[in-house]
DNA sequence: GGTAGAAAGTTTAAAAGTCAACTACCTGCT
DNA sequence: AGCAGGTAGTTGACTTTTAAACTTTCTACC
């Protein structure tokens, strides 16, 4: 049975959800570019190559982590690259593969970064707000990613068993 | 006291609402374009407009209520009068004032959409979600956008009251 | 061992968004 | 009246994002 609409609570709900996103973002993009001179989306790749083993992602697996097009990360990592962030290193278990490996500076930069921003986090989001509604704001945005996600995450990637060939 | 951290499950709650969010919004305006050719954030002003007494709002209204940058605004309805769906007019009490019109077109653009799109927030978020987890979002992003939300929204407007001079 | 088809990334051009400067108008004060 | 300062909205230059085409490499099968 489809063409349901939305009772009037799940419509103020997303409503709301809609401004909150945009202000939020919006937030924590310019908190972010002002103090360090970093996009949020910038911001989030150094965040998960620090969070590899070596520093190191393929650019597939950092796409598929932030839920960003190839494309799109293509451009952002040459623009981190540029900035001395980031150095692309082709991946010898396959030649087509690229690695995106995080500089000294770049993660320098990141733990500059980061006190600031979780600390925008906070006051935007989540300081004062229910610890149990935070929790269902995991749950609904779980099963979001899970249903519209593109169930990868598997693979035999190269950024952590690599380490053997890194001449 | 700053500086705090957060904790393992607000970490969580919010990495997954990242990558949630994007996919969201990425699901819902692909959608809107293949079957409307429509992108969300145009989709959202007409709502906008529809829901004006006279299918009219003044561009800093318009901004106001979907939290983006006059600038902006500006933009998006230049798209959109080009589309046909909206047209501009001057407003009679300030001479500075600009009103969008949602033009016949453009509303039976927006009621041919509307389903489809409602259908999509549906299966994208709502549906098998538990209602009070829908509330709590709404009540974590009301929160988020009364924090960081110009606190506008006042004005005498002309939208509704300056019916007396269309000429 | 050669070849068809898929996967990884990049590239290019066009679309969308941001930012700061600018015009025009309104408001209040003297 | 006149002028200072603020508000509304637009503009244009620049940046970021998107979409589609393209190159290279890998995989599997004959």
């Known amino acids: 049975m489809t063409g349901r609409w939305l009772t009037e609570s799940q419509q103020r709900a997303w409503r709301v959800y809609l401004q909150g996103t945009t202000l939020l973002t919006d937030t924590l993009d310019r908190d972010l570019r002002e103090k360090h001179g970093l996009s949020l989306p910038e911001y989030e790749i150094l965040v998960r190559l620090s969070e590899s083993g070596d520093h190191a992602l393929r650019m597939a697996e950092l796409a598929d982590s932030v839920k960003n097009s190839r494309s799109r990360i293509t451009h952002t990592v040459k623009r981190l690259e540029s900035a001395g962030f ?3 290193r082709s991946c010898p278990s396959d030649g087509r593969g690229v690695i995106a490996v995080l500089t000294d500076n770049g993660f320098a930069k990141l733990v500059a970064a980061a006190p600031d921003h979780v600390e925008s986090v906070r006051t935007a989001l989540i300081d004062g707000v229910a610890e149990e509604d935070i929790a269902a704001v995991g749950r609904v ?3 979001v ?4 996600g593109t169930d990868a995450t598997v693979g035999v990637m190269c950024s952590d068993g690599g380490r053997d060939q890194v001449d």
Do not use: G
Request: charged share 30%.
């Open 86 to 88: 980031v150095v692309r």
């Open 141 to 143: 945005f779980s099963t």
């Open 145 to 148: 990613a899970e249903r519209l």
